[in-house]
T-cell receptor, first 110, second 114 residues
């Protein structure tokens, strides 16, 4: 079975401070990990995926297979980063569906 | 490309009525996924469909819920005899054929059962 855990429901940081949103997963095969973001009143959209190894809007995430983690990080948070963030896992083979964590509401304070 | 379109955005039904939720995938996308989000919870997978086929319905409740994705027209998630516990946001996502790993989401339908 695949499972994604986001231990923090709410996270508040001040503008300019570093931010880390935690994500741990459980999957027996080789998963693909994603971060999705939902800004207020907007649809869920892909932020980044681990296979791309990219930085989007200053965010990065590294897949740590030893710790089964995929934490999302940004060195200097901005107020416009305030949103709901979901970590998601896609299994291999026919398990194409995404398994989501319960989400972390990030608030960046001025 | 208008993106994934879901309608209605809001749906109110009395207990015992039927709810029909529609999802038009992005142009060129032949894979559709339905997710449900209960209050204070994350998105939970319900069903994965390709045109005219249900590929994985492991997340669908065994009774009252059904989904289809016909050759022509939108995907439909149908809930018969709704109960208060069905109140939730229902999200549809679509992805193109091939090595599918990214899904594009609609804005969701918020179902309220009164």
């Amino acid at each position: 079975a695949q499972r994604v855990t986001q231990p923090e429901k709410l996270l508040s940081v001040f503008k300019g401070a570093p931010v880390e949103l935690k994500c741990n997963y459980s999957y027996s095969g080789s998963p693909e990990l994603f971060w999705y973001v939902q800004y207020s009143r907007q649809r869920l959209q892909l932020l980044l995926r681990h296979i791309s190894r990219e930085s989007i809007k200053g965010f990065t995430a590294d897949l740590n297979k030893g710790e089964t983690s995929f934490h999302l990080k940004k060195p200097f948070a901005q107020e416009e980063d305030s949103a709901m963030y979901y970590c998601a896992l896609s299994g291999s083979g026919s398990a194409r569906q995404l398994t989501f964590g319960s989400g972390t509401q990030l608030t960046v304070l001025p | 490309n208008a993106g994934v379109m879901q309608n209605p955005r809001h749906l109110v039904r009395r207990r015992g009525q039927e709810a029909r939720l529609r999802c038009s995938p992005m142009k060129g996308h032949s894979h559709v996924y339905w997710y449900r989000q209960l209050p204070e919870e994350g998105l939970k997978f319900m069903v994965y469909l390709q045109k005219e086929n249900i590929i994985d319905e492991s997340g669908m409740p065994k009774e009252r819920f059904s989904a289809e994705f016909p050759k022509e027209g939108p995907s439909i998630l149908r809930i018969q005899q709704v109960v208060r516990g069905d109140s939730a946001a229902y999200f549809c996502a679509s992805s193109p054929p091939g090595q599918i790993k990214e899904a594009f989401f609609g804005q969701g339908t918020r179902l309220t059962v009164v």
